[in-house]
């Protein structure tokens, strides 16, 4: 209902305004919100996916890559802009923050328009 | 074509919902409603009703039932009046604009305070912007009648929105009057089985009752004021076919004795029934007096008022309910912004009257008239009215 691209005008919209078509919220893009964003650093990662289970949107995906060496992690973090608001619980939860080497810095929003 | 009885009004509106095989009922009594929704629960409770009764405990409930019933695809009905409405305001906005087609008796009782249990049109007035078609009747029989008119319209799938039937407290609802009730057959020919356009099913889901950001809001009110507006043809077809299976004809707007009238009345409810009384008085005495009744009230008659008016000097609008502090009470604003751009615009007086169920006389009605009359045809303005028999 919130397609940036094709606005939706009171013609188009359903009796009752009702949504006919489930499991729709992937369509819904309430990444806009977002004031701070997480921005990964792959350098701190171990791989141990403690964001993916904090993050409260399920806006963290962990996704497969080629590590360079065998040390370092088959999968690492990847966030969905399009649904991440900021909350910044990924860079407080992750492991390596006891160690001050947080996978996340949240920076302001801002400085990526 | 079935045969005149006498039974109360109420009861005749409950087996006007019995014929129209209502599939949930939920109800809170409330005077002067209340034997509406005792008739109903006997009438399930006897096996003669095939319906949900929900005993719901409160009136917020029983329009959520309402919504939840309906939303599932059930032909739900439920009747309030007053501080019943008040409680289920909320829920009243959310039904119409989830566009279900819920049909409700309104048993126009004055909202508190101080309390009163006695009718005028304060209940109705304060929910008249909920988005529902709004009907007001003015006797047993058009209250029967416009039960089973009310479920088709709403559920016509090209309007698929809730109605209200006005229908004034214990002027009406607790009056022995004579009705001519219809044979299940004729009522089933009138009412088709309801199919909604959108239904809760698990095989097919649906999300309703969404909520909108403001960048989609505006679209879905234009589109629910739109459907609205549209749902005009859909109540003159069914007032048609209404009258050719029943030989009983309603519109819109209606007149009498309104031929070269100089002032007009306007009425809705009750109080036309005995303003018509007061027109014969006076048209036999050689005046010239008429009267315009408003039966659809939303979507507003706009066109079909004018058309009614015509060259009238003046209009006496009459206010079943005060709009504190308003510009105008509610029908003469109503009016006076039908008639702003009409270039022949008719000088509006404006009278408050019958409040809490004070009785208004044939006299006093041709009082009113009178003195409009008399007046300068020159507009004043709309906003002053009288109190009828009010004491200083």
């Given at each position: 209902?919130?397609?940036?691209?094709?606005?939706?005008?009171?013609?188009?919209?359903?009796?009752?305004?009702?949504?006919?078509?489930?499991?729709?919220?992937?369509?819904?893009?309430?990444?806009?919100?977002?004031?701070?964003r997480p921005v990964f650093n792959?350098?701190?990662?171990?791989?141990?996916?403690?964001?993916?289970?904090?993050?409260?949107?399920?806006?963290?995906?962990?996704?497969?890559?080629?590590?360079?060496?065998?040390?370092?992690?088959?999968?690492?973090?990847?966030i969905?802009?399009?649904?991440?608001?900021?909350?910044?619980?990924?860079a407080?939860?992750?492991?390596?923050?006891?160690?001050?080497?947080?996978c996340f810095q949240m920076m302001?929003?801002?400085?990526f328009? | 074509?079935?045969?005149?009885?006498?039974?109360?009004?109420?009861?005749?509106?409950?087996?006007?919902?019995?014929?129209?095989?209502?599939?949930?009922?939920?109800?809170?009594?409330?005077?002067?409603?209340?034997?509406?929704?005792?008739?109903?629960?006997?009438?399930?409770?006897?096996?003669?009703?095939?319906?949900?009764?929900?005993?719901?405990?409160?009136?917020?409930?029983?329009?959520?039932?309402?919504?939840?019933?309906?939303?599932?695809?059930?032909?739900?009905?439920?009747?309030?009046?007053?501080?019943?409405?008040?409680?289920?305001?909320?829920?009243?906005?959310?039904?119409?604009?989830?566009?279900?087609?819920?049909?409700?008796?309104?048993?126009?009782?004055?909202?508190?305070?101080?309390?009163?249990?006695?009718?005028?049109?304060?209940?109705?007035?304060?929910?008249?912007?909920?988005?529902?078609?709004?009907?007001?009747?003015?006797?047993?029989?058009?209250?029967?009648?416009?039960?089973?008119?009310?479920?088709?319209?709403?559920?016509?799938?090209?309007?698929?929105?809730?109605?209200?039937?006005?229908?004034?407290?214990?002027?009406?609802?607790?009056?022995?009057?004579?009705?001519?009730?219809?044979?299940?057959?004729?009522?089933?020919?009138?009412?088709?089985?309801?199919?909604?356009?959108?239904?809760?099913?698990?095989?097919?889901?649906?999300?309703?009752?969404?909520?909108?950001?403001?960048?989609?809001?505006?679209?879905?009110?234009?589109?629910?004021?739109?459907?609205?507006?549209?749902?005009?043809?859909?109540?003159?077809?069914?007032?048609?076919?209404?009258?050719?299976?029943?030989?009983?004809?309603?519109?819109?707007?209606?007149?009498?004795?309104?031929?070269?009238?100089?002032?007009?009345?306007?009425?809705?409810?009750?109080?036309?029934?005995?303003?018509?009384?007061?027109?014969?008085?006076?048209?036999?005495?050689?005046?010239?007096?008429?009267?315009?009744?408003?039966?659809?009230?939303?979507?507003?008659?706009?066109?079909?008022?004018?058309?009614?008016?015509?060259?009238?000097?003046?209009?006496?609008?009459?206010?079943?309910?005060?709009?504190?502090?308003?510009?105008?009470?509610?029908?003469?604003?109503?009016?006076?912004?039908?008639?702003?751009?009409?270039?022949?615009?008719?000088?509006?007086?404006?009278?408050?009257?019958?409040?809490?169920?004070?009785?208004?006389?044939?006299?006093?009605?041709?009082?009113?008239?009178?003195?409009?009359?008399?007046?300068?045809?020159?507009?004043?303005?709309?906003?002053?009215?009288?109190?009828?028999?009010?004491?200083?």
């Amino acid at each position: 209902m919130t397609d940036k691209e094709k606005p939706m005008g009171w013609k188009d919209i359903p009796a009752g305004a009702v949504v006919n078509t489930p499991g729709n919220a992937a369509g819904y893009h309430t990444g806009g919100w977002r004031s701070q964003r997480p921005v990964f650093n792959m350098d701190h990662c171990v791989g141990c996916g403690v964001c993916y289970l904090y993050c409260p949107d399920a806006a963290i995906v962990m996704v497969k890559v080629e590590p360079r060496t065998e040390k370092l992690p088959e999968y690492v973090p990847e966030i969905l802009l399009d649904y991440c608001k900021g909350c910044g619980i990924c860079a407080k939860e992750c492991y390596m923050a006891a160690f001050g080497r947080s996978c996340f810095q949240m920076m302001d929003e801002e400085e990526f328009r | 074509m079935s045969k005149r009885v006498g039974m109360e009004v109420s009861i005749a509106v409950a087996e006007a919902v019995k014929l129209a095989n209502a599939d949930v009922i939920a109800a809170y009594p409330i005077t002067p409603q209340t034997h509406i929704v005792e008739h109903l629960s006997e009438l399930v409770a006897d096996g003669e009703l095939d319906a949900e009764f929900v005993c719901v405990e409160s009136e917020h409930s029983a329009m959520s039932a309402c919504v939840g019933a309906s939303a599932a695809g059930a032909r739900a009905y439920t009747a309030t009046a007053s501080q019943g409405l008040a409680l289920m305001h909320e829920i009243v906005f959310i039904a119409s604009s989830m566009r279900l087609p819920i049909v409700m008796t309104l048993a126009n009782r004055s909202l508190s305070g101080p309390l009163s249990i006695w009718n005028d049109h304060s209940d109705t007035m304060a929910s008249r912007d909920c988005g529902w078609i709004q009907y007001f009747v003015e006797n047993g029989q058009e209250a029967f009648d416009h039960t089973l008119i009310a479920f088709r319209v709403a559920e016509d799938p090209a309007v698929s929105i809730p109605a209200m039937i006005n229908m004034d407290g214990f002027i009406l609802t607790h009056v022995i009057e004579p009705h001519v009730l219809m044979t299940q057959e004729e009522a089933d020919r009138f009412l088709p089985p309801f199919r909604p356009i959108h239904r809760l099913d698990p095989l097919k889901p649906v999300t309703m009752g969404d909520f909108a950001m403001p960048d989609i809001f505006t679209e879905i009110k234009a589109a629910q004021e739109h459907a609205l507006r549209a749902s005009r043809p859909i109540i003159d077809k069914a007032w048609q076919e209404f009258g050719e299976i029943t030989g009983r004809h309603y519109r819109a707007v209606e007149t009498y004795r309104t031929e070269g009238a100089q002032v007009l009345m306007v009425a809705m409810g009750a109080m036309a029934e005995t303003a018509m009384m007061a027109v014969d008085h006076m048209r036999d005495k050689g005046l010239a007096i008429g009267l315009v009744k408003l039966r659809l009230w939303r979507p507003f008659p706009t066109e079909d008022l004018l058309a009614a008016v015509g060259d009238a000097e003046k209009l006496v609008v009459l206010d079943r309910a005060i709009g504190f502090g308003a510009a105008a009470n509610p029908v003469a604003s109503e009016l006076a912004a039908v008639f702003y751009d009409h270039p022949n615009r008719p000088r509006i007086f404006n009278t408050v009257l019958g409040l809490a169920g004070r009785d208004v006389s044939v006299g006093e009605f041709e009082d009113v008239l009178k003195k409009a009359l008399d007046a300068d045809r020159r507009p004043g303005p709309v906003g002053d009215f009288d109190i009828l028999g009010v004491r200083e």
